[in-house]
């Protein structure tokens, strides 16, 4: 079977400065891709191309072979769904609501949500471990919790890829490993292709299939992360010395900063 997302020799730019250049990867089903590299290295940048926000300005982003830029928003919105930084609720949404909005893109003009559509959330919200706090107002939820809701939400839209910017962001150690915990079981029991974007270098060790480095908007490294996170490799991306050993119950790479 071959990649449901595809990359090829991508690149975008903001006015003159090029933001992404020359990005080629693949995402497939049932793999958790990492996405690292420091601020303003093009990892928001990449999510927006491959959920078809932006449209690159070389190469091409591809599902399953079609350029993303040939197929109707909604078609793409069915297909890939990505969970942003920051999501604001001006009004007071119940959390089944907010869930209930990733079934726009499978609604007709007009359309209110059905029975399917609330199976469809209900299942999502099981699937989160949010299910217990439906009825909650999305203002009254943890953080922790509400990142739960907003996974859900993506769910809801029944994609085949997961995309994720900085999931882990403001919550403490529990919540991070419990987001993680997450994306691992959707990818191995639900079979999506998740891509996260991260600062969480451990954490992405220890539960990506393959990791992707970014510098200055491009690849500097690729592939499984006992190849990639190496001392000499996070050390000069991000500046900063670090000790690098295997983790003592996975073996996976364990970074630590140098004091």
């Not at 499978?106 to 209110?112: E, G, K, S, Y």
């Not at 299942?123 to 509400?146: M, P, Q, W, Y």
């Amino acid at each position: 079977m071959g990649p449901i997302l595809t990359l090829e020799n991508a690149g975008y730019r903001y006015g003159d400065m090029w933001a992404l250049q020359e990005v080629s990867v693949e995402v497939g089903r049932g793999e958790l891709l990492g996405v690292l590299g420091p601020n303003g290295s093009g990892k928001s940048t990449l999510l927006r191309l491959m959920d078809g926000l932006l449209s690159p300005y070389a190469g091409k982003v591809r599902f399953r072979g079609q350029s993303l830029e040939d197929l109707p928003r909604a078609q793409v919105a069915r297909q890939v769904a990505m969970v942003s930084q920051e999501s604001h609720f001006r009004f007071s949404f119940s959390v089944l609501e907010v869930v209930l909005m990733g079934r726009f893109p499978h609604m007709r003009r007009l359309q209110f949500e059905g029975t399917h559509d609330l199976a469809v959330a209900r299942k999502a919200l099981e699937a989160t471990n949010a299910l217990d706090f439906a009825d909650r107002d999305i203002h009254a939820v943890s953080g922790g919790e509400r990142q739960r809701v907003l996974i859900a939400r993506a769910l809801a839209q029944e994609p085949e890829v997961l995309l994720l910017d900085e999931p882990t962001a403001f919550l403490d150690l529990r919540h991070k490993r419990e987001i993680f915990r997450l994306m691992d079981s959707l990818v191995r029991n639900a079979g999506l292709g998740v891509v996260v974007v991260s600062h969480d270098i451990d954490l992405a060790s220890q539960y990506c299939s393959r990791v992707l480095v970014l510098q200055e908007g491009r690849v500097v490294e690729s592939g499984p992360p006992e190849t990639v996170i190496t001392a000499e490799t996070i050390g000069r991306v991000f500046d900063c010395p670090v000790l690098v050993d295997g983790h003592p119950d996975t073996g996976r790479p364990r970074v630590t900063m140098v004091p």
